[in-house]
């Protein structure tokens, strides 16, 4: 009797709620061919989200990029591993003696998975749909990549790096720009920038971003269709249960994949990863806390390590208190931190001590800059050269977050909060959430001393550079400073710098000045960021940018 | 009755309503926003303007509400920014129902299915082992947070044993079916036994660990009560009326011991969304409370705002349920016709 009644409340429950969510979406597909394969098999990856679309050119969140990278290739590519532009659905490409004009000689015989012809045609079409882009779509949430990398759009409200794209011949692309940037082609190499079919955009109307309420809505292609040429074609997004199914691309003009079927799986908790991975419900995951890094090696799964291609730095916000425009007061800030120490003790095995604003693989790094030892005597002597004994700030620092660069934040603030108080400044210490104020505080200039990083999307410096203090009304404030519209300039200056040696001489200047003159924050350390798989998954190659592709990546039994 | 059951629905949307505005109100008032959660550490101050404009965050408060009143009141309650951007906030509440209410379901089913028999036997045996056992047992449920217990269990039962997932509803490569969104029920349904089963797997430990909120308040209402009701005169009377014991435990004890049981179980499903954010967030398991774990870290305003007002309208309801299931249990409440 007792039992009799939850049953029926269950039932009348399960009832109602069969009502409310009066929805199927019946999808048995077939479970992709059988031809081809090596190895065979299904790898399941962890992740730290679902991704929040599958058309990269809106994308903007890791998850989505990963998934991309599988099922889009762009014109350029960067060689697995490294952070080095390759030819990808382009075979080569040169330059006009002016830098304005870029002849792209496109592979042959490549096909979208929608059996449409990759060529000339579609090589502009994408063009000219990312150029005119209209409506809510030219939100920054939206296209932030097209702003930062092209400017503006068709209609001109902005200037724009991107003139036009023109086919030659069937396998020929002439890509006119406004003006030279170092950073073109490299950044056609954004997974922003693959290429889609044009078929399968029109067909499912991928243009058709609209702004709802206080968000953005995407179209069915960008949620359903997402068609390119890689390895893997997308089979279905489960999202009721957070994974997205790829299978392999029979048809793939290059190193077929050896999987049958790849799935993400989104895991939110990175402890929740760890454990799915430790009992096997999962093959492997992306960013492995530092902390688990000896624990998972231990139980023998194979931790691959990328090269560090990030920055750490502590900002220094000039913009509330006059005496951190001195620079006497930045060098004591510098002097006071054990950047030696925080490496060896709150960063993983592969971390160093950053010198430059970027790391050594780039264009233009050097090692010819004033560095600051950790010497709090020195430091304590600056303040009292600049009258700044009693100097008091704020320092903010971000909970609910960690960051490949800030594996630890709480722990890295308070080793950096000692360090300055030994040296007698006034801390002021204020920690926000991430996004629930941190975020908005820094951008807005509320911080005096910040922690915050940066994690690279391609190999020029005006990846790191640029975005940090091109713009003088920065996080920085350097526009409070009078080198702050000179470093503007000479960042614009080098970045448009046709020839290579030159732009190399300009990037080491300006790293040298950054350190020795400017020091508008300090740079702390490049720290590598890890993913896990487990011991029968091969073939895997870790990339600097974190963009693996999964093509070349077998499973055992 | 029926009078009864208008005015509380009444009641219910005026709740409804008044939370809407409060919540509306708080969380815009919280530090932060959707803005820093869509452009993270790209945001420059002059695209952080731009996108606050855009999204209409720099107008009034009231005059937010008002805009977003009227679109609610045409079924549109905004698109996530950040559990699921893109997505309209309802689609992820009707999308994740299913999943919590699976959860919950079972756990209710769990904790009734052990607390009310056990606390029936402790209370008949009291002060046995048995009793003093099933007491510390429900003590610990109580104290243990249950997001330690989900920990525990996946711990032993998922990873160190192996004998259950770890995460999600159900295995990836299962090539399920969905009709309904209970994946259980699909399964079922569809005649894909194998997506049935593995869905009902998923749910077994993080159900369990759930169960513990609800259980021990079970177990010791049960036991409380039926405590008093044996001592009560009509118990006396029925056994001077010469019935059996059986009759009497079934009949007399039982039936009124189960009222303030009902209550209970009725009032612990608002304790039970609390720990399914915490139970979701262990078991990695796509429900309203991971929904609502994720949006507040991302400050998602549309489907916090929604899950929050579903849920409290959802714990409203059930209260009214548990009331008018009164009059099932007690014939008394149903020829007086109202409530006590």
């Known amino acids: ?557 | 009755m029926l009078r009864y059951t208008i005015r509380r629905l009444l009641q219910l949307l005026i709740v409804v309503g008044v939370l809407s505005l409060l919540l509306f109100a708080w969380l815009r008032s919280l530090p932060g926003g959707p803005v820093s959660a869509l452009l993270g550490e790209r945001a420059t101050a002059e695209t952080r303007a731009r996108l606050t404009e855009e999204l209409g965050l720099n107008d009034p408060i009231f005059v937010q509400y008002i805009k977003f009143v009227g679109r609610a009141l045409s079924g549109d309650f905004g698109v996530s920014t950040g559990v699921q951007p893109g997505d309209p906030a309802l689609d992820i509440f009707l999308q994740r129902l299913p999943a919590t209410l699976e959860l919950s379901i079972l756990a209710i089913i769990i904790a009734i299915a052990i607390g009310i028999p056990l606390g029936y036997l402790a209370a008949r045996r009291r002060g046995s082992v048995l009793d003093n056992l099933s007491v510390v047992s429900s003590l610990i449920g109580v104290a243990v947070p249950v997001f330690f217990l989900a920990f525990l269990l996946k711990q032993v039962f998922a990873v160190d044993l192996g004998w259950f997932p770890t995460a999600g509803r159900q295995e990836g490569g299962i090539d399920a079916t969905r009709v309904t969104g209970f994946f259980v029920l699909d399964g079922i349904l569809t005649q894909e036994w194998d997506a049935a089963w593995d869905a009902f797997v998923h749910l077994i430990l993080p159900a369990v660990a759930l169960a513990s909120i609800p259980f021990s308040v079970v177990f010791r209402i049960t036991r409380a009560s039926v405590l008093d009701v044996v001592d009560e005169d009509y118990i006396r009377t029925a056994e001077s009326k010469g019935l059996t014991t059986p009759v009497i435990r079934r009949r007399h004890v039982l039936r009124n011991a189960m009222l303030p049981v009902v209550t209970t179980i009725g009032l612990q499903t608002g304790a039970l969304l609390a720990g399914a954010v915490l139970t979701e967030t262990v078991f990695a398991f796509p429900g309203i409370g991971q929904a609502l774990a994720i949006g507040f870290e991302r400050r998602d305003y549309p489907v916090l705002l929604l899950l929050i007002l579903c849920s409290a309208g959802v714990f409203v309801l059930i209260n009214l349920l548990v009331d008018l299931s009164y009059a099932l249990i007690d014939p008394r409440i149903r020829t007086r016709g109202g409530g006590h």
């Open chain 1, 1 to 557: 009797m007792v039992h009799i009644r939850p049953v029926r409340m269950a039932a009348l429950g399960l009832t109602a709620a069969l009502v409310l969510t009066a929805c199927a979406e019946s999808e048995r597909g077939d479970d992709g061919g059988d031809a081809g394969g090596q190895t065979g098999g299904t790898m399941t990856f962890g992740t730290e989200g679902a991704p929040k679309l599958f058309d990269p050119f809106y994308a903007t969140d890791g998850p989505t990029f990963r998934t991309s990278q599988q099922i889009f290739e762009g014109l350029v590519e960067f060689k697995p591993g490294t952070a080095e532009a390759a030819p990808g659905l382009a075979e080569s490409w040169e330059n006009s003696e002016d830098g304005l004009t870029w002849t792209f000689k496109l592979r042959e015989g490549v096909k979208f998975h929608d059996g449409t012809d990759f060529n000339a045609e579609a090589a502009c079409f994408n063009f000219e749909r990312w150029y005119n882009t209209t409506g809510a779509a030219q939100s920054p949430a939206v296209t932030g990549y097209w702003q930062d990398n092209f400017g503006g759009f068709a209609d001109k409200k902005a200037p724009s790096l991107y003139e036009s794209c023109t086919v030659s011949d069937p396998t020929t692309i002439e890509v006119k720009l406004t003006r030279y940037t170092s950073k073109f082609p490299d950044i056609l190499g954004l997974p922003s920038w693959s290429m889609q079919s044009p078929t399968a955009l029109e067909k499912y109307n991928a243009n058709e971003v609209t702004q709802q309420g206080d968000s953005f809505a995407f179209p069915e292609y960008a949620t359903e269709h997402p068609t390119g040429t890689g390895p893997f074609k997308f089979e279905r997004y489960d999202e009721a249960n957070g994974t997205v199914e790829l299978v392999r691309n029979d048809d793939y003009w290059g190193e077929k994949a050896k999987l049958d079927k790849l799935i993400f799986r989104a895991i939110p908790d990175e402890t929740a990863r760890k454990q799915a991975l430790e009992a096997g419900d999962i093959d492997g995951y992306d960013l492995p806390g530092p902390a688990d890094w000896q624990d998972l090696e231990d139980q023998g799964f194979q931790l691959l390590i990328r090269p560090a291609f990030n920055i750490f730095y502590v900002g220094i916000g000039q913009k509330n208190v006059p005496q951190l425009r001195d620079l006497k007061v930045r060098q004591a800030i510098a002097h006071a931190i054990d950047r030696e120490g925080l490496v060896q003790q709150m960063l993983p095995e592969g971390a160093e001590v950053a010198e430059n604003f970027y790391p050594d693989t780039v264009f233009g790094w050097t090692d010819d800059v004033q560095s600051y030892d950790h010497d709090p005597d020195k430091a304590k002597q600056l303040l009292a050269d600049a009258g700044a004994q009693n100097l008091s700030v704020n320092f903010y620092w971000p909970t609910e977050v960690t960051r490949p660069y800030m594996p630890d934040p709480r722990a890295m603030f308070g080793f950096i909060q000692g360090n300055l108080e030994d040296v007698g400044i006034k801390l002021n210490v204020v920690s926000k959430p991430w996004n629930g104020g941190y975020l908005e505080d820094v951008d807005q200039g509320k911080a005096d001393l910040f922690l915050l990083g940066w994690n690279g999307d391609y190999n020029t410096p005006d990846n790191f550079l640029g975005n940090f203090f091109s713009d003088p009304n920065n996080r920085f404030g350097t526009g409070n400073s009078p080198w702050g519209a000179t470093l503007s300039d000479e960042l614009k200056a080098a970045d448009s710098e046709v020839d290579d040696e030159t732009r190399q001489g300009m990037y080491e200047e300006i790293n040298k000045k950054l350190k020795a003159e400017y020091l508008p924050a300090v740079p702390i350390s490049h720290s590598p960021p890890a993913l896990v798989i487990a011991e029968n998954v091969s073939g895997l190659v870790a990339s600097p940018l974190t963009d693996e592709k999964f093509n070349t990546v077998s499973i055992g039994s």
